[in-house]
Structures are given as structure tokens and as C-alpha cells.
T-cell receptor, first 115, second 113 residues
Framework: KAGVTQTPRYLIKTRGQQVTLSCSPI?????VSWYQQTPGQGLQFLFE???????NKGNFPGRFSGRQFSNSRSEMNVSTLELGDSALYLC??????????????FGEGSRLTVL | DQQVKQNSPSLSVQEGRISILNCDYT??????FLWYKKYPAEGPTFLIS?????DKNEDGRFTVFLNKSAKHLSLHIVPSQPGDSAVYFC????????????FGKGTKLTVNP
């Protein structure tokens, strides 16, 4: 069974640009969540989607947005990039029935560098 | 305000000895606590969890202890192996249907041969 797949793995952008990151969850997983990892802050929750609906949103500015498609794939978008957006963006999915235990399956992440 | 805290950024132990990683939390409404392990250039992987109604959960070399009165949990690894060298994140999940996890900042464990 393929794991959570995130693309692209690495990307470099300049301030003011926008970026779209993609996540394909494990087959059969309908819930997808996104986290930002930075050296000083650890993993911070961005969003959570289930059946194309945003179920929860973290404390990030409106420049950060996301969506989920009918096949459970998810994308997140960051507009008007700032230097502080440089981070590892992690996507995670959960198995049906496992959602309440907090056990998530993470992808390898998309490493964004903003210059 | 950090709801989940890992106060030790790093820990170094000898192979074969016990590793103890600690985590403190402030929110009494968390219903699950989890440990994730992360190697460089990889995503975090689930290691072990404990429900808030339990005080101990064991899985092979890994045991998690929960002290609700102290709002403290710890992960014990016995015996430690060099392959256990990684960053360990403590995480907590709130009650309800949301899967949102609140993570600590991580502890880098180094197991020396």
C-alpha cells in the first residue's frame, strides 16, 4: 500500500510569489491534515479536511488556504510568500476508525524555501 | 501559549541503557497522547499512544507513562539502540471528532554505540 505522497518535495520561491502543495493520502483514507514544521516552533497545525470539508483550521493568516477533492487528495496554497514561510510542510492522513486516536500517517513533506 | 512542552531539546544515552523522554501539557481536555519519531528527510512516524483514561501503555521496547495529576507523560525506551536516534515529538489530541494534534517542539535522541 502506497504511503502519503507529497509533491513537490523541494521548491524555492521568492517573496511575494504564491505556492501550491499537493498531497495524496493513503488509499481509503478520507481525512487529511496539514502541518508546518519550522526549527523554532516544531509542528504547527494548519488545516484538517474530511470529505471535502474543512473541519478545523489552525492559527495562521488568511494567506494560507487549502482544499480537498472528491478523491480525498488535498492541496494547500500560500499566497504572497514571506521569508518566514520557509518551512517543511507535512501532510497526514488517518485510517477510518483511527481518527479519534490521533494516529496519523505522514508524508515526507514539501520543503519550501522563500528567498 | 504552548500547551505541550518538551523541555529537553536533546538527550544522549549509551546503547543498551534506558532512554527517558519527557513531556508536559497544560490542557486537561486532551484525550489521547502520542509519541512520534522523525528521522531527517522523512515525515514523522507514529510510535505509541496512550488514552487519558490509562496510566501506562507498552509496546515492545517502548512504554509510555501518563501522570494526569502532574500533567506529565514520559516515553521509556529499553534497551536503547543506535537506530533509535531520531527526533521524538510528543503530541496531544483534544476530545471530539477533530484529528488536530498539538505537538511539542521535539527532543533529539542520540544513542551512542
Amino acid at each position: 500500500k502506497a504511503g502519503v505522497t507529497q509533491t513537490p518535495r523541494y521548491l524555492i520561491k521568492t517573496r511575494g510569489q504564491q505556492v501550491t502543495l499537493s498531497c495524496s493520502p493513503i488509499s481509503g483514507h478520507r481525512s487529511v491534515s496539514w502541518y508546518q514544521q519550522t526549527p523554532g516552533q516544531g509542528l504547527q497545525f494548519l488545516f484538517e479536511y474530511f470529505s471535502e470539508t474543512q473541519r478545523n483550521k489552525g492559527n495562521f493568516p488568511g494567506r494560507f488556504s487549502g482544499r480537498q477533492f472528491s478523491n480525498s487528495r488535498s492541496e494547500m496554497n500560500v499566497s504572497t510568500l514571506e521569508l518566514g514561510d520557509s518551512a517543511l510542510y507535512l501532510c497526514a492522513s488517518s485510517a477510518p476508525g483511527q481518527a479519534n486516536t490521533g494516529e496519523l500517517f505522514f508524508g515526507e513533506g514539501s520543503r519550501l524555501t522563500v528567498l | 501559549d504552548q500547551q505541550v512542552k518538551q523541555n529537553s531539546p536533546s538527550l544522549s544515552v549509551q546503547e543498551g541503557r534506558i532512554s527517558i523522554l519527557n513531556c508536559d501539557y497544560t490542557n486537561s481536555m486532551f484525550d489521547y497522547f502520542l509519541w512520534y519519531k522523525k528521522y531527517p528527510a522523512e515525515g514523522p512516524t507514529f510510535l505509541i499512544s496512550i488514552s487519558s483514561i490509562k496510566d501506562k501503555n507498552e509496546d515492545g521496547r517502548f512504554t509510555v507513562f501518563l501522570n494526569k495529576s502532574a500533567k506529565h507523560l514520559s516515553l521509556h525506551i529499553v534497551p536503547s539502540q543506535p537506530g533509535d536516534s531520531a527526533v521524538y515529538f510528543c503530541a496531544a489530541k483534544g476530545q471530539g471528532g477533530s484529528e488536530k494534534l498539538v505537538f511539542g517542539k521535539g527532543t533529539k535522541l542520540t544513542v551512542n554505540p
